[in-house]
């Protein structure tokens, strides 16, 4: 009984130092130092918004995205999803109250200072989710 816990905790030990050496290199892949990220965050009466919006540098292009999610509304409402007042687009909530719209862009002229030329949310935007008059809103902010 002994040896089988020594055992054990040493593939414990040996399974969680593979993982510490190796996430870094895993999670390095997917984060691009040119990238720029903007976060909107607001809970209003357990109605929660959560919104990022990044540019990515590729290849001399640039890739566009927005992501928004609104929580604790409820299942099969339609939400539409906007910045500054333009309507990217909706969602329906799902069984748990959730509606989630994800919109990508790729391909885009770079205008030379690492950003999209063109339409592009800038800090201060606001993300708003509505139903009908009923809506939550927080102002994009810059990672820094």
């Known amino acids: 009984m002994k040896n089988l816990l020594l055992q054990s905790l040493f593939l414990v030990m040996?399974?969680?130092?593979?993982?510490?050496?190796?996430?870094?290199?895993?999670?390095?892949?997917?984060?691009?130092?040119g990238d720029h990220i903007w976060d909107a965050n607001?809970?209003?009466g357990?109605?929660?918004l959560k919104a990022k919006?990044?540019?990515s540098p590729d290849n001399g292009?640039?890739?566009q995205s927005f992501e928004a999610e609104v929580k604790n509304i409820g299942p099969g409402q339609l939400v539409f999803f906007s910045v500054n007042g333009f309507v990217l687009g909706s969602a329906v909530a799902d069984s748990f109250g959730t509606?989630?719209?994800t919109m990508t862009l790729f391909g885009l002229p770079n205008d030379g200072t690492g950003r999209v030329d063109g339409p592009r949310a800038e800090t201060g935007d606001m993300v708003r989710a509505f139903r009908g008059n009923s809506?939550?809103?927080?102002p994009?902010?810059?990672?820094?």
């Open 14 to 33: 040996a399974t969680t130092a593979i993982f510490a050496v190796a996430a870094p290199q895993t999670t390095a892949a997917f984060f691009n130092p």
């Open 42 to 44: 607001a809970n209003v």
């Open 46 to 48: 357990g109605i929660i």
């Open 53 to 55: 919006y990044k540019e």
């Open 61 to 63: 292009l640039m890739d």
């Open 99 to 101: 509606a989630t719209f």
């Open 135 to 138: 809506f939550i809103e927080a």
């Open 140 to 144: 994009l902010v810059k990672r820094p």
